[in-house]
């Protein structure tokens, strides 16, 4: 079995920043690309920030200059620094894993259940 489990979530004043933290556990192989995904009240889900599993990283333009990705593949973990929020921020945050376990050849997506962030005074 495979998990990807989000923290950090919260509520913070405009300006303010939060770190999100995203952990894959279980029977892994190998993670290719890890990523955050968001979906605000009413909208689709949309792309925040995505990186390779050798550092290449790609932004969506609204959060560009703002937020910064990062992992630590020794811990099988991918980070969301999130600075300067914005209330347009609020969402609900993903974490989106392309896992290949230790039990198949397959290469899955695999979904968090999703962190809340709420960027309010």
């Known amino acids: 079995q495979v998990q990807v489990l989000e923290s950090g979530g919260g509520l913070v004043q405009p300006g303010g920043s939060l770190r999100l933290s995203c952990a894959a556990s279980?029977?892994?192989?190998?993670?290719?690309?890890m990523g955050w995904y968001r979906q605000a009240p009413g909208k689709e889900r949309e792309l925040a920030a995505r990186?390779?599993?050798?550092?290449?990283?790609n932004y969506a333009d609204s959060v560009k200059d703002r937020f910064t990705i990062s992992r630590d593949n020794a811990k099988n973990t991918v980070y969301l620094q999130m600075n300067s929020l914005k209330p347009e921020d609020t969402a609900v945050y993903y974490c989106?894993?392309?896992?290949?376990?230790?039990?198949?050849?397959?290469?899955?997506?695999?979904w968090g259940k999703g962190t809340l962030v709420t960027v309010s005074s």
């Open positions: 989106n894993a392309a896992i290949r376990s230790d039990y198949s050849a397959d290469r899955i997506n695999y």
């Open positions: 990186i390779t599993s050798g550092g290449s990283t």
């Open positions: 279980g029977r892994i192989f190998s993670i290719n690309d």
